[in-house]
Nanobody
Framework: QVQLVESGGGSVQAGETLRLSCAAS???????MAWFRQAPGKEREGVAA???????YYADSVKGRFTISRDNAKNTVYLQMNSLRPEDTAMYYC????????????????????WGQGTQVTVSS
């Protein structure tokens, strides 16, 4: 069983930054790691994903503003969020997959089999 624990959420003003962290309890099950978010009344959507050696993928809505990275020695993945907007307000979830889902599915919820509990990000205008 893999446990994913997120931290770093909070309330900020538009234009500010936040850095989310996700620590995984076991490394061998976390081949692909990703961040998703879910706003009230909306579907959970993929934000960014990263392969073991750093290749990253982003949703169009966050390209150029968010950066995903990982420290394999610490079994930790990060999401640096710059230039935050009110529409970024959501619960952010860390996810891990034991297998390569393919590029087309890299940001699909169904590609991930381990999930954290989430951390809230609130951006006010």
């Amino acid at each position: 069983q893999v446990q994913l624990v997120e931290s770093g959420g909070g309330s900020v003003q538009a234009g500010e930054t936040l850095r989310l962290s996700c620590a995984a309890s076991v490394s061998r099950y976390t081949y692909i790691m990703a961040w998703f978010r879910q706003a009230p009344g909306k579907e959970r959507e993929g934000v960014a994903a990263i392969q073991p050696y750093g290749t990253a993928y982003y949703a169009d809505s966050v390209k150029g503003r968010f950066t995903i990275s990982r420290d394999n020695a610490k079994n930790t993945v990060y999401l640096q969020m710059n230039s935050l907007r009110p529409e970024d307000t959501a619960m952010y979830y860390c996810a891990a997959s034991t297998e390569w889902p393919g590029i087309a599915a890299i940001l699909r919820r169904s590609s991930y089999n381990y999930w954290g509990q989430g951390t809230q990000v609130t951006v006010s205008s």
